[in-house]
């Protein structure tokens, strides 16, 4: 999980790492920090906590120079001290470094076993250290030449901004799982991030998405940015991204979220045509499906939960118990709308099943007479080790119960998935997705 974002000779560059996690809060609430250079030292705040809370005037007027990097975390159930929030900082043979990653890397624990039997001394749970300490024990001279070395021996999904002092390295791995793009500012400095809705905040143009395996480097002593192909890219784009994860306003590798989302939602009604009165997305993350679902059937489209916004994301909750009273403060419903209605709702994915089945029991209380729901991807079997926080086998509930045991559980009188082959042709099936969560091909080997 996890946004990251570099902002490079732009003489606002705090504010527009600020400004870019706070446009990528949705990527994580647990932790936020930022690192910037002024070319002499390196400053950082990170602390728990969400982006407005942890930067003020203060913070940001700490925070000195013309390059920052930042990161926000996403957090998984247990754990989380400050220790674990990014950017990591260090100081080594050539001086101050600070990374921020998002993605998982599969070798992690190997790699850190290995560092510790020479010796390293660990300070936090990330896998993120590894590439620090890799980095600092390199025996080359520049840092370019060590971080392509700690490369060769990562392995996995990352993004990942590394400042040094006078410069930014922007690296995506070679199957490009994460997003991340280029972008220019408006006073002529650069900007990377995981999602370009932070551009659109901080007037940033779009140049282009780091590509698959790509390195592309920001020096002072450079006029432009040089780009190094690492890696021959072999693209598998998160599919999870466009399904859930990135804002509806961001465009990922060519291809708008929010465009995507509703072709979903037309090939579901396409797909497992319903005869109903109403759709009814499932606030927020359902509404851009299901106004194409609406669209294509031709069946109206209403409003029909209320979602609070003061209540995070359910999963923020680590306890069943807990998620299951976040999702009753969460979303409620417009009664008058759906009483005596046969109601299509729409979800974007069921992964333990807790939202579906409160929401069809909202529906049924609020009195609809029929409840179909319709999930615009695919059953999600297995957890996803490349960046996207999905439980574990047991806790997954396509991983342990059919179709119609699911649609018993939550209470629904029909339920639906996407097929794999419509979710691929919706997003563009012209390219390769990583589609791990559905299909168990866990192809970072
Ligand atoms: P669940 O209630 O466990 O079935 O989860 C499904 C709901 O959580 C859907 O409404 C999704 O929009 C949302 N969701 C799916 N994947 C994630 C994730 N990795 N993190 C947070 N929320 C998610």
Redesign the pocket.
Known sequence: MCAIVGVFGSVNASRIAYYSLFAMQHRGQEATGISCSDGHKISKVKKKGLVTEVFDEEALNHLKGDMAIGHNRYSTAGSKSVIDAQPIYANYKLGEISVAHNGNLINGKEVKDMLIDEGAIFQSDMDTENIIHLIARSHKEHLKDRIIEALGVIKGAYCLVIQGRNKIFAIRDKYGVRPFSLGQLEDGGYIVSSETCAFDLVGAKFIRDVRPGEMIIFDKSKEKYESIQLFEPEPRICAFEYI??ARPDSVIDGKSVYAVRQEMGKAMAKQDPIDADLVIP?PD?GVSAALGYAKQSGIPFEMGIVRNHYVG???IEPTQAKRDMKVKLKLSPISSLLKGKRIVVI??????????KRIINILKDAGASEVHMCITSPTIKHPCRYG???PSYDEL?SANMSIEEIRDYIGADSLSFLSINALKKSIGDDREYSLVSFDGNYFIN
């Not at 979800?347 to 579906?356: E, F, N, Q």
């Open positions: 859930y994860f499932v993350s994301r359910t999963f979800d974007d994915s069921l992964v333990r099943g807790t939202t579906a996207i926080d999905t509930i």
